[in-house]
Nanobody, 124 residues
Framework: QVQLVESGGGLVQAGGSLRLSCAAS????????MGWFRQTPGKEREFVAA????????NYADSVKGRFTISRDNARNTVYLQMNSLKPEDTAVYYC?????????????????WGQGTQVTVSS
């Protein structure tokens, strides 16, 4: 079973950048599709980005395309989310998730392992 721990969140001004990391325990990390989701109070958790086990396929929400980049390092059991040109509407708790599936799915229900989340706050 994979366990996930996010880090890298914080407070940044609009237009700035942050890089989130998600460290995974377990030898089977490379077998999992990895995703990033985010949630604000009173709203459903929404898809941000996902990457296949090999890193060859990625998927992004329209709201972050061109600004965010997901990547992974299977040797380090880590997935990253580079966030550039941040906007106040990107403020949320960001969650890392793992799914034992081949494709970088945007569906929350596909993912069955979740981290505890890391807060990202973008000030205007």
């Amino acid at each position: 079973q994979v366990q996930l721990v996010e880090s890298g969140g914080g407070l940044v001004q609009a237009g700035g950048s942050l890089r989130l990391s998600c460290a995974a325990s377990g030898r089977t990390f490379r077998a999992y599709t990895m995703g990033w989701f985010r949630q604000t109070p009173g709203k459903e958790r929404e898809f941000v980005a996902a990457i296949s086990w090999s890193g060859d396929n990625t998927n992004y929400a329209d709201s972050v395309k061109g600004r965010f980049t997901i990547s992974r390092d299977n040797a380090r059991n880590t997935v990253y989310l580079q966030m550039n040109s941040l906007k106040p509407e990107d403020t949320a708790v960001y969650y890392c998730a793992a799914a034992f599936t081949g494709l970088p799915s945007p569906r929350r229900e596909t993912y069955d392992i979740w981290g505890q989340g890391t807060q990202v706050t973008v000030s205007s």
